[in-house]
């Protein structure tokens, strides 16, 4: 799936006045790479993000999904794209404390309507894709810091997603941990040719992405070495 934003602006109110998080931003994404949006805190990076989801409708500008725009899809027509055709990875894993790695995956397959038979055998081959065979019993607290950032991406791909939407994935983990989650997003992306956009802050872990857009007060450029 492609994504384009197209001269996307987004605000928000801010008293009496409104704040502009996005201005007149354009991107686009292709299947099979990895697109890093890179910038401060306060940049407009999860603006971005929660645009390129359909969680957040812009003022103005369109959200191209294979060149069809979702901008103003209705509540329940959005959701359904959401469900079908995008996985959304958190920055915080959110994983429910009483499921195992393997029922993380299934409910969102339960929720979805799916075959559970079918589901059950999807979510032990993303386990398995995401090095977890053998953790899918455990429960979080169980579980590494990298290894509950696995399970969230591993969920994420449950619903055959063809666009993954990743917030700052490396956020919470040491250096070697962001690392192994940064190979394993790369190697999914090239593996299941997504559409993979990541929010980071981080630009030493910018080598991983095949294209990367800075964004500064809501303005965006590509950066010349990719």
Do not use: C
Not at 92 to 108: F, G, P
Request: proline share 3%; net charge negative.
């Amino acid at each position: 799936m492609t994504l384009h934003l197209d001269d996307v602006t987004l605000t928000y109110p801010d008293g009496d006045q409104r704040l502009t998080a996005l201005d007149h931003v354009s991107l686009t994404a292709e299947p099979g790479t990895l697109t890093a949006i890179v910038g401060p805190s306060g940049s407009g990076k999860s603006s971005l993000l929660a645009v390129a989801a359909t969680l957040i409708t812009p003022d103005s500008g369109r959200v191209l999904l294979d060149g069809r725009d979702v901008a103003g899809l209705n509540r329940a027509e959005t959701a359904a794209v959401r469900r079908r055709q995008i996985g959304i990875i958190f920055q915080s894993s959110n994983l429910l404390a009483s499921l195992t790695a393997l029922d993380q995956l299934l409910v969102v397959a339960h929720m979805a309507g799916h075959d559970m038979t079918v589901a059950s055998e999807r979510a032990k081959d993303l386990l398995d894709a995401v090095g977890l065979a053998a953790q899918a019993d455990k429960r979080p607290h169980q579980l590494s810091g990298g290894q509950r950032q696995r399970v969230t991406i591993a969920r994420g791909l449950m619903n055959h997603p063809s666009l993954l939407l990743v917030d700052e994935p490396t956020s919470a983990l040491d250096t070697h941990r962001g690392e192994e989650i940064l190979n394993l997003l790369r190697r999914l992306t090239t593996d299941r040719g997504l559409t993979t956009v990541m929010v980071t802050h981080n630009k030493e872990h910018l080598h991983s992405a095949d294209r990367v857009t800075e964004i500064v007060d809501g303005r965006t450029r590509q950066l010349a070495d990719w």
